[in-house]
């Protein structure tokens, strides 16, 4: 399994199948040299994740934590 495709996974662990819907399987998930990056449907603007898998993990559950539209 590739680090995108355990990000992504680790979105449906946090969100769950009725919380992600949709959003989560046309997720974008992308690294550049700012690390690892996210868009999901209807949002403008990608949400960093972090540089390692582990920091991108953690910020998933850090944004569903505060509501950010995750959930």
């Known amino acids: 399994m590739s680090d995108r495709e355990k990000i992504l996974a680790a ?22 040299a700012d690390g690892w990056k996210m868009v999901l449907e209807g949002f403008m603007e990608p949400w960093e994740l972090g540089h390692t898998l582990e920091e991108a993990k953690a910020s998933i559950r850090e944004y569903a934590g505060m509501g950010f539209g995750l959930s």
């Open 11 to 32: 979105l449906m662990d946090v969100l769950g199948e009725e919380g992600c819907g949709v959003s989560c399987e046309e997720a974008t998930i992308f690294r550049d």
